[in-house]
């Protein structure tokens, strides 16, 4: 199997989907032609025609207001928001609309439409290509809400959003496009090829929704995480030397709840972490669900490590970031509690 | 403040009228019945934009069809448009009084403008999509949906196709080509734009249509509308319903009073055809014009009718708080139900007395059907929708948090 970053995953999700249902179709802002902004839909037009990955008006309204016209139609339109932090414009479109049309319709109407957009930090993109705003989505009945984390994942994930009858957020880490990062900043980059799940099937395969990973397994603490963080989770729980169980949620919503309480009742103790702002955050409400679930088999406080509830400022990224020296410094306030 | 200048006012605008004022249209415009051209359909915007600025109107004051736009259409078709904006009209009463009687939430007419929605859905094909507002009901009833499904949806009985989720009026029948009603304004327009163009990218003959209020047309989503069915040359029509008031705002605050809605079309290189909205034959004719333009590759047209909304916004609302109590019938385009009648009386389809029968027969059906909801059941009273299924439909399955909800409601 090629060694692919997640780039060329999600491409390759795309060149399969394209290939195998002719109600497949791309577009966004400069995905045509150019291949998007990151390059995740490089190739698509050349190789698939014109009317099946196009270029939009900077409008993301507009993107996914006739995104949900086709899903109407019978379509399975996959969109993409060149940054998570310019989804804000289409917030009524997915929120009022594409949430609830199976509802309101009483099933009549569907929007089984794909919206990709990278986002998070780590890449000193400022306050206006940095953000994290998954809680937005998983705090909307009716929206699905996926991270993926490696390019294995990324790639399966992405071919079951698609496949999926529901209308699916699918938020792209972009820091861990090209390789995965631990949040040590000051060290070297590190490719994806050097890493097992860049091991990509170049084929059909899906990794389901709702199924979180175990990437580490460990009797001491729980870390429950996502995208980017789930790197860093991986080397805090190395440098920290604590046995940790490190879970990869892969899907917000709906969320492994069993996976997530089997590991906290085993282990009595929990960190989330998550990059966006703390405050109303998918952290709390994993908290809540842990204390509600867990209560009787816990050791310790549960812990929140989380970006600071500031916008993300440009010079001081690294301050931001929950780095490993915050996670590590959570996980011994747990273990010592 | 510097020398030479003068200080700057900022301009609000409002109506030349208020409540306790007599109604005043001296200040617009109506062009002659049959004055306004008709341009081939594959005509290029910029040389029609004139017409987004005149009024296509095609009956005169004697009821007489003139002009270009007289779409010549035989008298079956014409009294089977009557006779929906006359149920239209029946099914609106009646379903207002229910909700004074408590047997319902909430009500929206669409008394005055029932041309609109009758006449256009005439022009088109069943299998059209239609992307409504919440004042096209006479689209389902002129396709003939069940009067008596109406009636449950407003009345959230157990008989209601939308199982009680959703406000009345705020129907959905994809059966019916007739698309989810959003409480959201203008988001329809986008999606229509969105549907037309997956029929184009499958080769498909069908075509969409959506509608929006004058108010309405300063939300960004029809920017978006009409930019991308622009761009993409979607096969669909865009209707504006101007009918002078966005609840209690006169169409000066969305931008009535600097240019017209339909001119808004040639900024984005769309035909705009601006329409006497109480004049059956002339809506039916651009809808028409706007169809066969659509069907034939041309792209989108925007059309403005030009109405007068003659009640209420809503159950919730009180015109005489913010307009003259009489200006319903001051408004100078008369009303589409008795112009049309008038229409065909003076070409011989039409009498008094079959007109009367028809009143009369639309108010018994709305009647019959009233009863066999009502017995199902009212708001509150009756047979309700099964909570059992409150959990529903948010997802294709259900995921586990909501089955846990489910349990805590004991269903």
């Excluded at chain 1, 996959?78 to 049309?101: H, T």
Aim: proline letters at 6%; charged letters at 20%; hydrophobic letters at 40%.
């Amino acid at each position: 199997m090629p060694a692919m970053n997640m780039i060329q995953a999600l491409n390759s999700a795309l060149d399969v989907m394209l290939a195998r249902d002719p109600n497949v179709l791309i577009f966004g802002e400069d995905v045509g032609y150019f291949g998007g902004v990151f390059r995740v839909t490089d190739g698509l037009q050349k190789k698939h025609g014109l009317t099946r990955c196009f270029d939009t008006p900077i409008g993301e309204a507009g993107i996914v207001g006739a995104a949900i016209g086709m899903g109407a139609y019978g379509l399975r339109p996959v969109v993409e928001i060149q940054f998570a932090d310019y989804i804000y414009p289409a917030y009524d479109q997915l929120v009022s609309e594409a949430a609830r049309l199976r509802y309101r319709s009483a099933g009549d109407f569907t929007v089984p439409m794909t919206v990709r957009t990278p986002y998070g930090g780590g890449i000193f993109g400022g306050q206006t290509h940095s953000q994290s705003p998954e809680a937005l989505f998983t705090h909307v009945a009716g929206l699905k809400t996926v991270v993926p984390s490696t390019p294995y994942d990324a790639k399966g994930l992405l071919i079951a959003a698609i496949e999926d009858d529901d209308p699916v957020i699918f938020l792209e880490p972009k820091r861990i496009y090209n390789g995965p990062f631990n949040g040590h900043h000051d060290q070297p980059v590190q490719p994806w090829n050097k890493h097992p799940a860049s091991d990509v099937p170049e084929g059909h395969y899906t990794v389901p929704l709702g199924k979180a990973n175990v990437v580490r397994e460990g009797s001491a603490i729980t870390i429950l995480s996502y995208g980017t963080m789930v790197h860093v989770a991986l080397a805090s729980a190395e440098e920290a030397g604590i046995d940790a169980e490190v879970i990869d949620l892969r899907t917000l919503l709906p969320l492994d709840l069993e996976t997530v309480v089997a590991s906290v009742e085993k282990t009595g103790r929990c960190v989330i972490l998550q990059e966006a702002t703390l405050t109303s955050g998918f952290g709390a409400e994993l908290a809540a669900l842990v204390q509600e679930h867990c209560f009787y088999h816990l050791e310790a406080p549960i812990e929140r490590v989380a970006g600071w509830d500031t916008p993300y400022p440009h010079a001081f990224e690294w301050d931001y970031f929950p780095g490993p020296r915050r996670v590590i410094e959570a996980m011994r306030r747990a273990m010592e509690a | 403040m510097r020398k030479n200048r003068v200080p700057l006012s900022l301009r609000i605008p409002a109506p030349s009228t208020r409540p306790g004022d007599a109604p005043d249209f001296s200040g617009m415009v109506v062009p002659k019945a049959g004055t306004v051209e008709r341009p081939p359909i594959d005509v290029s915007p910029r040389a029609i934009a004139d017409i987004s600025y005149s009024l296509i109107r095609v009956m005169d004051d004697d009821g007489k069809a003139v002009g270009p736009w007289d779409p010549k259409l035989d008298a079956a078709l014409l009294i089977r448009g009557l006779k929906a904006m006359i149920l239209t009209r029946a099914y609106d009463d009646r379903m207002y009084r229910a909700q004074r009687q408590g047997k319902t939430s909430f009500y929206m007419k669409c008394t005055g403008e029932e041309a609109v929605a009758v006449a256009q859905t005439l022009a088109i094909e069943r299998d059209d999509m239609c992307f409504t507002s919440y004042r096209q009901q006479g689209v389902l009833i002129t396709r003939e949906y069940p009067i008596v499904q109406m009636m449950n949806q407003v009345y959230s009985n157990a008989a209601d196709p939308l199982k009680g989720r959703q406000l009345p009026i705020m129907y959905s029948s994809k059966d019916f080509g007739f698309f989810s009603i959003s409480g959201n304004l203008g988001t329809q327009f986008p999606q229509a734009v969105g549907w037309a163009m997956a029929s184009a990218y499958k080769g498909d003959d069908r075509i969409a249509i959506s509608w929006v209020g004058d108010g309405t047309t300063a939300e960004g989503d029809f920017h978006h509308a009409l930019n991308f069915a622009s761009v993409y040359r979607a096969p669909v029509i865009l209707n504006v319903v101007n009918n002078q008031w966005a609840i209690s705002s006169f169409a000066g605050i969305a931008g009535a009073g600097e240019s017209t809605f339909a001119s808004r079309a040639t900024g984005y290189g769309l035909p705009g055809l601006r329409v006497d909205g109480n004049d059956f034959l002339a809506v039916y004719a651009a809808t028409q014009w706007a169809a066969e333009r659509a069907r034939s590759n041309h792209g989108a047209t925007l059309i403005e009718l030009f109405t007068y909304r003659a009640e209420g916004h809503s159950t919730s609302d009180d015109p005489s708080r913010y307009r003259p109590a009489d200006e319903a019938k001051a408004w100078p385009l008369g009303d589409p139900i008795e112009r049309l009648k008038k229409h065909l009386i003076a070409r011989g389809d039409w009498s008094e007395e079959l007109h009367q029968t028809a009143v009369k027969d639309a108010a018994e059906q709305v009647r019959a059907a009233n009863a066999e909801a009502s017995a199902i059941g009212t708001l509150g009273e009756g047979q309700g929708p099964d909570r059992g299924t409150m959990f529903d439909d948010v997802f294709k399955e259900m995921p586990p948090h909501l089955r846990r909800q489910r349990q805590q409601v004991g269903v």
